[in-house]
């Protein structure tokens, strides 16, 4: 049984997970709309992610008896400048997420929840993965620079972080 005030932001934390999934989803459609289908396909995929992250915490919730109780989602942002805004947004709020999930494994270690300190250290290894991966394509789009030719070749490259 886990403490209600860690109930209650483990709550907060799904609709965290579920709001980033939302924001993705419309930056992958901005990118397809302006010709950006290699980032377009990879935010697709990366919502899918954050789905994930949702429903990972969940199933913790489900495990430890404790009730979901959703909350409305902010309604994201829709409307980007270029590609390089849309990633550097992208890694804005992997910082935010960052801080949210710390805050969490803070406050389950001084409550000695120590089930929930182990369960979220897998969440603290996903957000260091996304950093590096969201800063790895903002910087390189800084790099590339804002020709059509520039954007055509970063966008293949993001592409092909996809595998696909
Ligand atoms: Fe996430
Ligand atoms: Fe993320």
């Not at 001084?110 to 929840?113: A, F, G, V």
């Not at 804002?146 to 595998?163: A, M, Q, V």
């Given at each position: 049984m886990l403490l209600d005030e860690i109930v209650k932001k483990l709550n907060d934390q799904v609709v965290k997970e579920m709001y980033a999934s939302n924001l993705y989803l419309n930056m992958s459609s901005w990118c397809y709309?302006?010709?950006y289908d290699g980032a377009g396909m990879f935010l697709f995929e990366h919502a899918k992610e954050e789905s994930s992250h949702a429903t990972k915490l969940i199933t913790y919730l489900n495990e430890t008896d404790s009730l979901l109780v959703l909350k409305a989602i902010d309604k994201p942002e829709s409307n980007f400048n270029s590609l390089l805004d849309v990633f550097?947004?992208?890694?804005?709020?992997?910082?935010?997420?960052?801080?949210s999930i710390n805050e969490l494994v803070d406050l389950a270690f001084?409550?000695?929840?120590y089930s929930t300190f182990n369960f979220l250290q897998w969440y603290v290894s996903e957000q260091h993965e996304e950093e590096t991966l969201f800063r790895g394509i903002k910087d390189k789009i800084s790099l590339a620079g804002?020709?059509?030719?520039?954007?055509?070749?970063?966008?293949?490259?993001?592409?092909?972080?996809?595998?696909k």
């Open positions: 709309i302006n010709g550097e947004k992208t890694y804005e709020h992997e910082l935010k997420v960052t801080k001084s409550l000695k929840d804002s020709s059509d030719t520039s954007l055509y070749l970063i966008d293949e490259y993001i592409k092909g972080l996809t595998g």
